[in-house]
């Protein structure tokens, strides 16, 4: 009944909020495909290890230097011998004490301390774990951590390392720590607190990292906190939500949310403050390759990077004032011949069904700045991962671009992928209107005026002042000049080249496919994104396969008329490949929930390295803006100055 | 006045004369009794008339105490792998080891000052400023002048062989002939305009040669940008400077939010003779109108001389008449200036500025006139005199001054139109002497090795001939590239060789990257090692040149122009260079194990081009420890492009498409006579060259 009561109140919850109407505007519907059954889980047949018990007392170093209050390093004790089991626990280096002589004491119990409930399933409050359900556990310990009658104020909770006899090391179980709060009595057990468990092969010891799947409030006076190490019958906790075949939208966006101080909801939140995630290694390289076909073939230039990329997410600001992440990610990709580094903030933010984006600013190391941001957020993810989910982003919004240079642009898209852009180029304004149905126009200033028409019986017109050239559309028609889709393909084999530093097997794969058509700058641009994302690491490893190609000449290659060189067929004057790839290369440190549990697989993260290739993308379609000028005003000056 | 009349037939016969010797003189070198006077140079000219020019500067060579010793000195202090190896002098020690003596520099300027002549000195004592009225120095030569005309250009040159009296140590005259055989290797499109919309802006270039990787390394607690370091330009055009600020430089730096360096004007004031030797008789007399531009000398170092003018100050380009009443901006020296300036923003920047008075009457003797309406093609109607032939007296400078840590030179002229001007066809004489005394005291000194393709003679475009000065053995000759890239400096499409036939622009025909083999000095020790190569080959590395691929000017701000676009030439490449060259030794400079030198000046690195083979030489490596960077970490290889000239212009300055192309080179894998061994990025060659790790 206790049970039935909790899940009943879980869905009560999921409704209350589902009513709240925000959805954040995740337009994916929030649909939770059906799940897999709950696997029937057994307890591990851990042999008892007691009875025992200890107490000890510790003094708490004083942050040093004065005045009190102050950061200090991290501290930790170790268990008192005679014991079953040793160890250690280890408190972080951020902390407060108020006063002196403050002391912290450690117990250690085989059974349940005497007002503290015993650990079992039963107990376990499930709205605050709603990723995880199991029936079975075996609990081996009981640690109790009680601080002096000062007030030690603790924002992270603590790591342990724990050795226990090898006869409860069995093979399949997993090794957890729950966590009991006594001024929180109602909330019971906290299972999957910590964990699981790191195990060195062929050791009896067991490593929690702490961080914690739920705030540790942290250091109440005179206050014991729980800590109960168990086992479980599987290597990780089975998937929640709970099954429901009812559509549930979790979260309301308009909400302030308050990124830097988790606060505990009914769904997955695979992001939070602190995460941190890497990637580099043999396998993440970038490559480059430039073949130029007309109308002078060149040899194919390549040139190869390998690339180091570091994500932490912060906590900021939504355009709309509400609380959001800043994903980050400062990517180096080290050429040959000189290092190019690119930061990419993200704004993102998550309800319990989708992760979303409001867009992003991208900077290089000339501080040239990119920033991108949607009218409405824009789905990156669909939680939980899974087979069957596809999505698309909507483009309307503005992308502003600000160079050290004096240069700027300011292009405003409409949601078919149609835009209006003014710049400033050295002193020149320019503006670019081009149409979803593949017509526009570039102008600069008084000066002169390309135009493109609307394909039409598979040709296109070009016409700069007086000329004009007529040509077979080099794109497919009807055209479609924007579009960004995404499919959740489920759990997939690694590639070969992807070998994370992190256990990963099978991880859901999503593709993001863009295609941008531009009749007027005269390329298209496609490019496939692969996101392979583990439930409890995030995106391990990613590809990116961009393909550019150009069809007028933006080198000049050609003789001024008619002004603007095409192909003339369906073959580009010129392809410009990038190829990039990113392997998880060391653990990531993970302060989310969903995540930790292993439930919250998310590629929010892993997108904002694609800023890399938008930077030089943006940067490249700068360039041919002025190379395209070059053309109009020489046209319309007969390649004289004018 | 008598051999005025006979002057035709004396010409003739000083021709032959002339074509007798075969250039066997040695300028510059140990008296062999007769002076050069660059006889050659009359070969296929035209008798004009006489010569009537109101004012005459002239550079003579003092016979050396030792001048090949110099040169091979010089070859020594750039050479890693000789004792000698970076043991740099400063100017005194290289006249008391090398140049005239100091009683044979006496007597000479005491013989000119005594026929009543303008008469300067250096500490180095290698040549001589002489100036003054065409009677004067008609008088001290012996001879008279003439007005010749060839390859469409009038100069002036002597009638007869200059004569000096027996005991007047003088072996050489630098420009008796003032047959302009050199040309600033700048190419302004015909379609560039003010406020043009494209080039490339100095963030662009910064990024893409990774100087930004400069900047970004911190050693000795700043971070790379030249600071402490001194970049001398040799140039001809005028700069405008008011009240310490160059004017085009602060527009640029205002237009694209960029940092630049201080561009000061260095002040030629040949001194030593006077206030050293105390020679009486000097004409002496104030400057007429002090101005910023026209700084009054310092009386303590050389009795200012009206015969010795600083330049005038800048004009409007609408102004017309010839100078020094009107005196507009040539765009090369704004492009040297801005180019350095913005690259290497922490160093100042030196602006030698080759300026003389009478060159209008020089280049065109019987008419200092407004240009007619229509100049003829080609005539560079109303432009000063370039390189060697302007600015000897401003390379005397630079290495009196000894400051120029590195220097930039965006001018030159065929190799073998310069024999008898500067050297003799065994390459012996007085310009590789000047440039021998710079490396000796370690600067290096980036040239531009021309924008002709493989034809690098000005006189006939039909002939494969490499451009000096970057030939020179004590010179990094600086060719060019097409480098499209994007606004962040990343390439988008691969850096080719810059020529006509592989970047057509439009079938304009704009140049190619100078490149080819010396027939006159030999290879210097490195680049024979590294290639090969038995002759000096050129060019040894390559920049931006292409003007396809061209970068933003500020020109005439003060009159109304004020941006100007893809400029383009080995002009652009050889600033450029300079700069990063610059990055390189302010990273020496604060690099214990790199600032080692001997001499005052313990960071320089003397000649570039040695160092750079020695990259070039290392083709592989792990980089660890960073001198270790091998050849592919560091240059760019350009393996696609040629530099076959094809003759010009045609109309609209179009290709002619009736000539015949000069055959080219042709880029390839590795070092190749169109760019090199390819293109430098910054910081891995701070990284190869100092060991100072580059992040």
């Known amino acids: ?642 | 006045m008598k051999r005025l009349f006979l002057a035709p037939a004396l010409a003739v016969a000083v021709l032959a004369a002339a074509a007798c010797s075969g250039g066997s003189a040695v300028p510059g070198g140990a008296s062999s009794g007769a002076l050069e006077w660059g006889q050659e140079q009359l070969g296929g000219a035209a008798f004009v008339g006489p010569a009537n020019v109101d004012h005459l500067e002239v550079n003579v060579v003092v016979r050396q105490q030792n001048a090949s010793g110099l040169l091979q000195y010089a070859r020594g202090a750039n050479n890693p792998a000789s004792p000698l190896y970076r043991q740099f002098l400063t100017p005194q020690q290289i006249a008391d080891r090398f140049g005239a003596s100091a009683q044979d520099y006496h007597n000479a300027a005491q013989y000119f000052a005594s026929r009543n002549l303008s008469v300067g000195g250096w500490p180095q004592r290698l040549t001589l400023a002489v100036a003054g009225s065409q009677s004067n120095v008609e008088r001290a030569f012996g001879t008279h002048f003439g007005v010749y005309r060839k390859n469409g250009e009038e100069f002036i040159a002597p009638m007869s062989a200059p004569q000096l009296p027996a005991a007047i140590p003088v072996v050489a005259a630098a420009n008796l002939v003032t047959y302009d055989v050199q040309r600033r290797d700048i190419v302004v499109p015909p379609r560039v305009g003010n406020n043009a919309v494209s080039g490339y802006a100095p963030q662009q270039v910064q990024a893409a040669f990774d100087y930004t990787g400069a900047y970004k390394t911190v050693v000795g607690g700043s971070a790379l940008n030249g600071t402490g370091i001194n970049v001398g330009i040799i140039g001809t055009g005028p700069i405008d400077v008011i009240g310490g600020q160059d004017q085009d430089a602060a527009t640029l730096a205002t237009t694209f939010r960029v940092r630049m360096a201080p561009i000061a004007i260095a002040t030629v004031t040949p001194s030593g003779v006077a206030a050293g030797l105390k020679i009486s008789g000097i004409p002496t007399a104030p400057p007429s109108s002090p101005s910023p531009n026209n700084p009054p000398p310092n009386p303590n170092l050389f009795p200012f001389s009206a015969d010795f003018q600083s330049p005038p100050p800048v004009t409007s380009p609408k102004c017309t008449g010839p100078l020094p009443t009107c005196n507009p901006e040539d765009v090369e020296a704004q492009l040297d200036t801005q180019q350095i300036a913005s690259l290497a923003p922490g160093s100042n920047v030196m602006f030698y500025l080759a300026y003389n008075a009478s060159d209008c009457h020089v280049y065109f003797p019987n008419s200092c006139a407004p240009a007619p309406p229509s100049p003829p093609p080609n005539s560079n109607y109303g432009q000063p005199l370039e390189g060697l032939l302007e600015a000897d007296a401003e390379i005397q400078q630079a290495i009196a001054d000894d400051k120029a840590d590195v220097i930039s030179i965006s001018w030159g002229g065929g190799e073998p139109e310069n024999i008898g001007g500067y050297y003799t066809a065994s390459g012996s004489g007085y310009g590789p002497e000047e440039f021998a005394a710079l490396a000796a005291e370690g600067i290096a000194v980036f040239a531009s090795s021309g924008d002709t393709g493989s034809a690098g003679c000005f006189g006939n475009t039909q002939r494969v001939c490499v451009q000096y000065p970057a030939s020179d053995p004590s010179v990094t000759a600086v060719g060019g590239v097409n480098a499209p890239i994007d606004e962040l400096g990343q390439f988008e499409a691969p850096i080719t060789a810059w020529g006509t036939t592989t970047a057509t622009n439009g079938g304009l025909g704009l140049g190619d990257s100078g490149g080819g083999v010396s027939t006159i000095f030999p290879a210097i020790a490195a680049q024979a090692s590294t290639t090969g190569a038995t002759m000096r080959e050129v060019p040894d590395l390559a920049m931006l040149a292409d003007p396809n691929t061209g970068v933003f000017v500020a020109v005439n701000s003060r009159f109304g122009g004020f941006l100007t676009g893809e400029i383009g030439g080995t002009s652009v490449a050889a600033p450029q260079s300079a700069a990063m060259w610059a990055l390189v030794l302010e990273a020496c400079k604060n690099t214990h194990a790199c600032a080692t030198a001997g001499g005052p000046f313990p960071y320089r690195l003397g000649n570039a081009a040695p160092l750079i083979y020695g990259i070039y030489g290392k083709k592989s490596g792990t980089g660890s420890p960073p001198a270790a960077l091998p050849y592919p970490n560091v240059f760019y290889d350009v393996v696609y492009g040629q530099n076959p000239n094809l003759p010009g212009p045609g109309p609209a300055n179009t290709p002619n498409p009736n000539a015949t192309p000069v055959p080219g080179y042709v880029a390839g894998a590795g070092y190749d006579e169109v760019t090199g061994v390819g293109v430098p990025f910054a910081g891995h060659l701070i990284q190869a060259i100092t060991g100072q790790a580059v992040p």
């Not at chain 1, 376990?124 to 075996?138: E, G, K």
Request: proline share 8%; glycine share 10%; aromatic share 8%.
């Open chain 1, 1 to 642: 009944m206790r049970t039935r009561f909790l899940l009943l109140g879980f869905a009560a919850v999921s409704a209350a909020l589902a009513a709240c109407g925000g959805g954040g505007g995740s337009s994916g519907g929030g649909t939770v495909p059906t799940p897999t059954s709950t696997p029937a889980a057994t307890a591990p047949p851990i042999p008892g290890i007691g009875p025992f018990g200890s107490l000890q007392h510790f003094n708490v170093p004083q942050p040093t230097p004065p005045p009190q209050g102050q950061s200090a390093g991290a501290f930790s004790f170790s268990f008192p011998g005679g014991l079953p089991v040793s160890g250690s626990v280890s408190f972080p280096g951020q902390y407060a004490v108020v006063g002196s002589g403050e002391t912290l004491a450690l117990r250690l119990s085989s059974s349940a301390p005497s007002g503290v409930p015993s650990l079992s399933v039963a107990r376990s409050a499930q709205s605050r774990r709603p990723m995880y359900t199991t029936s079975q556990v075996s609990t081996i310990l009981y640690i109790g951590v009680q601080f002096g009658p000062n007030i030690v104020a603790l924002e992270t909770p603590p790591s342990f390392s724990i050795t226990v006899p090898s006869s409860v090391i069995l093979p399949g179980a997993s090794y957890w720590l729950a966590a009991y709060d006594p001024t929180q009595p109602s909330l019971g057990w906290q299972l999957a607190f910590e964990g699981p468990a790191a195990i060195a092969t062929g050791s009896s010891t067991l490593n929690f990292s702490g961080g914690g799947l739920y705030d540790f409030a942290g250091g109440s006076s005179n206050n014991t906190y729980w800590f109960a190490l168990y086992a479980a019958s599987s290597s990780l906790p089975p998937p929640t939500p709970a099954p429901t075949n009812q559509p549930v939208s979790f979260g309301c966006t308009n909400q302030p949310f308050d990124a830097g101080r988790r606060t505990l909801s009914t769904g997955p939140r695979p992001l939070a403050t602190g995460d941190t995630s890497s990637y580099g290694g043999a396998n993440s390289t970038l490559t480059q390759t430039i073949a130029r076909g007309q109308p002078c073939p060149e040899p194919t230039a390549t040139a190869v990077a390998s690339v180091s990329d570091a994500v932490t997410v912060a906590a900021t600001t939504a355009p709309s004032g509400a609380a959001a992440w800043d994903a980050q990610s400062i990517e180096s990709d080290a050429f040959a011949t000189n290092t190019v580094t690119t930061t990419t903030d993200s704004i993102v933010n998550e309800d319990a069904t989708h992760e979303f984006t409001y867009g992003n600013t991208i900077t290089d190391e000339n501080g040239d700045t990119i920033q991108t941001r949607y009218n409405s957020p824009q789905t990156v993810d669909e939680l939980p991962e899974g087979s069957g989910h596809s999505w698309s982003i909507n483009p309307a919004g503005t992308v502003n671009e600000t160079l050290t240079d004096n240069t700027s642009i300011a292009r405003t898209y409409a949601a078919d992928g149609s835009y209006q852009e003014t710049d400033q180029l050295a002193g020149a304004t320019t503006t670019i209107n081009e149409r979803a149905d593949g017509s526009g126009s570039y102008t600069i200033g008084s000066l002169g005026t390309l135009t493109v028409s609307a394909p039409s019986a598979g040709t296109i017109t070009l016409a700069i002042g007086a000329g004009s050239i007529t040509i077979p559309a080099w794109f497919t028609t009807p055209v479609t000049v924007y579009g960004d889709t995404f499919a959740d393909n489920g759990p997939q084999s690694s590639p070969s080249w992807c070998q994370p530093a992190v256990t990963a097997t099978n991880p859901d794969q999503i593709v993001e496919t863009l295609a941008i058509t531009d009749p007027v700058l005269g390329y298209t641009e496609n490019r496939t994104t692969t996101y392979y994302d583990s439930q409890t690491y995030g995106t391990v490893c990613m590809q990116i396969l961009d393909t550019l190609n150009e069809y007028y000449d933006y080198l000049q290659d050609t003789p001024i008329s008619p002004g603007v060189f095409v192909s003339g067929n369906a073959s580009p004057l010129q392809t410009n490949t990038i190829s990039e790839f990113y392997v998880m290369n060391s653990t990531p440190t993970i302060n989310a929930i969903a995540r930790r549990s292993g439930a919250g697989g998310v590629s929010a993260l892993a997108r904002s390295k694609a800023g890399a290739i938008d930077s030089i993308r943006a940067m490249q379609r700068m360039q041919r803006m002025r190379n395209l000028q070059r053309y109009i005003r020489r046209s319309e000056t007969g390649g004289r100055s004018s």
